[in-house]
Antibody, heavy 128, light 106 residues
């Protein structure tokens, strides 16, 4: 059964770059049917989608974070990564990685489903 | 950007109650709406996709309805395990979550 595991520093200084990695196990990262995403949740608040990546490296980002976000993939390591630059206290959150399934419908449209498999999440605190 | 608004933000109910949560989109999203359940310290769990399709192994007491801009999640008979926070998410254009509805014990 496919599992996702986030990893990375739990503490980042203001103005620095937050870097996290998600490792895929129990399945393939380079399947044509999946996009891989990052979502975050500040303490006591709701969920915010950050961005998603295909195994080919194609990405799409939340417009509100786009200027600071880079998501990359390393299929040989079965990992995808998040970099968020110029962080502030507002970036303090639990960061989740997750999988999105895509498929072709009967009309040939390439359609995505919501996130069906999630990692357990990792808490990142931005503080000096 | 599409905004998603959930109501109520908190709902107090008892086991056995029928509860309904509403999610409204700022523009039409067809039926491209999902519902998630989240418990404290845990990742969200997908319950419903395409507005009304039940994810595998999710109990049938959960149901979704709606299209366009207004959607509902109904729990027909609240079980102790259902006290949690519920989020809607649109995936018609990029991805946006609602603010969440906490279902608490009355």
């Amino acid at each position: 059964q496919l599992q996702l595991q986030e990893s990375g520093p739990g503490l980042v200084k203001p103005s620095e770059t937050l870097s996290l990695t998600c490792t895929v196990s129990g399945g393939s990262i380079d399947s044509h049917n999946y996009y891989w995403g990052w979502i975050r949740q500040p303490p006591g608040k709701g969920l915010e989608w950050i961005g998603s990546i295909y195994y080919s490296g194609r990405t799409y980002y939340n417009p509100s974070l786009k200027s600071r976000v880079t998501i990359s993939v390393d299929t040989s390591k079965k990992q995808f990564s998040l970099r968020l630059s110029s962080v502030t206290a507002a970036d303090t959150a639990v960061y989740y990685c997750a999988r999105r399934t895509y498929y072709y419908d009967s009309s040939g449209h390439w359609l995505g489903e919501p996130f069906d498999i999630w990692g357990q999440g990792t808490m990142v605190t931005v503080s000096s | 950007d599409i905004q998603m608004t959930q109501s109520p933000s908190t709902l107090s109910a008892s086991a056995g109650d029928r509860v309904t949560i509403t999610c409204r989109a700022s523009q039409s999203i067809g039926r491209w709406l999902a519902w998630y359940q989240q418990k404290p310290g845990k990742a969200p769990k997908l319950l419903i996709y395409k507005a009304s399709s039940l994810e595998s192994e999710i109990p049938s007491r959960f149901s979704g309805n709606g299209s366009g801009t207004e959607f509902t999640l109904t729990i027909s008979s609240l079980q102790p395990d259902d006290f949690a926070t519920y989020y809607c998410q649109q995936y018609n254009s990029l991805l946006t979550f609602g603010g969440g509805t906490k279902v608490e014990i009355k």
